[in-house]
C-alpha cells in the first residue's frame, strides 16, 4: 500500500493529479521549504508537499475543500479513527436534528441517517484532533456514491461520488427504478476506508489549511515565507462549488437543502476582467510572504460558456501583482482525466487546453 493513499480520501470534483505538485515540488524544491496554495481544493499541493517533506500552508473558502485539506496533514492510526466513530455511536443519544423529506428518506435508511447524525453532531461540537479530522474525511468520502454488487462501501442510495445529486432529481431517479437505500454497517465502512487509507501513513510534517478567504492580506498573517505557490484557481465561470457539495457542506453544519445563493470568500464572476483582479489581489498578498526567490507555479484552464479566453484572463491577473510570467507550457492531457470542467457538462465537450504557468518574484 503506498502513502499515497491518504490523498483519495474524498473525490472532489475540481481536484488536479498528484502528480503535478509532486513534480514542480521535486524539480525545483528541497525538504523544508515552505509551499503556499491559496486555492487548495481538497489539498493536493499540500499533500504533496507532505510527501516531499516540505511544510505548507492552504486557503480554501469552501468548507468542505477545507475540511479535507486539513486531513491531508492529520496522522491517526486505523484503530484510533474506528474506535472513535464506535465511541461516538456507542455513547450517543437520538440526534437532536434529523433531516426529513423524501430525498432523505429516499437517501439514506433511517438507521443509517440516524448514525450518520450522531457522527455530524458529535464532529460539529468537537473536531480539534488528528483522529476526528481524520474520521470527518472519511465520512464525507463515504457520504454518497455508487452502490456496488459486492458489500457497501457508501452510505447512500445510487449517488455520484464526486458531487451530490440535487434533491428532485434524485428523487426522480430513484422512484422510477424502484431504488430503497439499504440499511448500511456505518462503522464497517468507515473502518475499511480508515485501513485503506491510513495503514501506511505520510510522513509528519508541518503546516495548516486555513477556512478563509485569499483575497485578504490578514489571511496570511503569521505564516513563515514560501518558496513556493503552486495552485490551480478557479477558472472564470465556475461558481457552483457549494451547491455541488451541498450533502457534505451539510455534514459540516450547513443547511439540509440546496443552497444557491453565492457564497462569501470566493472569487467573482460578474465580468472577465473583474475576476482576474480579484486573482491579482491573491497574487499580491502571497508575494508579501514568499522569499526573494520564490517561484509561483499556476495551472489554469478555462470552461466552454465564456467567451474569456482562459490565459488573457490570467495575464492580466498578474500585472503589478509582484509576479512575473517566465514560461507556460500546455498540458498535454487536458482533455483526459478529471478536470474542473468536465464536471460541469452533461454532454463533455473537448477540454479547452490547460497551461502550467512559471513565474518568479518581479
Known amino acids: 500500500m503506498s502513502n499515497e493513499a491518504l490523498n483519495a480520501v474524498c473525490p472532489y470534483y475540481t481536484m488536479y493529479p498528484l502528480g503535478f505538485p509532486l513534480r514542480v515540488l521535486e524539480q525545483y524544491g528541497k525538504q523544508g521549504d515552505w509551499v503556499i496554495d491559496p486555492f487548495c481544493g481538497r489539498g493536493t499541493t499540500n499533500f504533496a508537499a507532505r510527501l516531499r517533506k516540505m511544510p505548507s500552508v492552504g486557503v480554501d473558502s469552501s468548507p468542505v475543500a477545507a475540511a479535507l485539506a486539513q486531513a491531508k496533514l492529520a496522522t491517526a492510526t486505523p484503530s484510533g479513527v474506528t474506535a472513535s466513530a464506535r465511541a461516538i455511536v456507542k455513547a450517543a443519544k437520538e440526534p437532536t436534528s434529523l433531516p426529513t423529506g423524501e430525498f432523505w428518506r429516499l ?12 457522527i455530524r453532531e458529535a464532529l460539529l461540537a468537537d473536531c480539534s484532533s488528528d483522529t476526528r479530522i481524520l474520521l470527518r474525511a472519511i465520512v464525507l468520502g463515504a457520504l454518497h456514491g455508487p452502490r456496488p454488487k459486492g458489500a457497501p462501501s457508501y452510505f447512500s442510495n445510487q449517488s455520484p461520488r464526486t458531487f451530490a445529486p440535487k434533491p428532485k432529481y434524485a428523487v426522480k431517479f430513484w422512484t422510477a427504478r424502484g431504488m430503497q437505500p439499504v440499511d448500511v454497517d456505518v462503522l464497517s465502512i468507515i473502518k475499511t476506508r480508515a485501513d485503506r487509507y491510513l495503514t501506511e501513513p505520510p510522513p509528519n510534517v508541518g503546516g495548516k489549511v486555513l477556512l478563509g478567504d485569499s483575497r485578504v492580506a490578514d ?6 515565507k514560501a518558496r513556493f505557490v503552486v495552485t490551480s484557481p478557479p477558472y472564470f465561470g465556475m461558481r457552483t462549488y457549494l451547491p455541488d457539495q451541498w450533502l457534505r457542506l451539510w455534514f459540516l453544519g450547513g443547511p439540509d437543502y440546496v443552497e444557491y445563493r453565492q457564497p462569501e470568500g470566493q472569487l467573482e464572476h460578474s465580468g472577465a476582467d473583474h475576476f482576474a483582479a480579484e486573482m491579482g489581489r ?19 484552464g478555462g470552461i466552454h460558456d465564456r467567451d474569456a479566453v482562459p490565459m488573457d484572463v490570467l495575464k492580466k491577473s498578474l500585472v503589478d501583482s509582484g509576479w512575473k510570467m517566465k514560461t507556460a507550457k500546455a498540458v498535454p492531457d487536458s482533455d483526459s482525466g478529471r478536470r474542473q470542467v468536465r464536471q460541469f457538462q452533461a454532454v463533455p465537450k473537448k477540454a479547452i487546453t490547460e497551461h502550467d ?3 518568479h518574484r518581479a
Not at 107 to 118: D, G, I, K, M, P
Not at 282 to 300: E, F, M, S
Open 107 to 118: 437517501a439514506y435508511h433511517e438507521h443509517t441517517l440516524v448514525q450518520l447524525c450522531q
Open 282 to 300: 491573491v497574487w499580491k498578498n502571497v508575494a508579501k510572504h514568499t522569499t526573494n526567490d520564490a517561484r509561483l507555479i499556476i495551472r489554469y
Open 357 to 359: 504557468v512559471y513565474c
Open 219 to 224: 489571511t496570511f498573517t503569521d505564516i513563515p
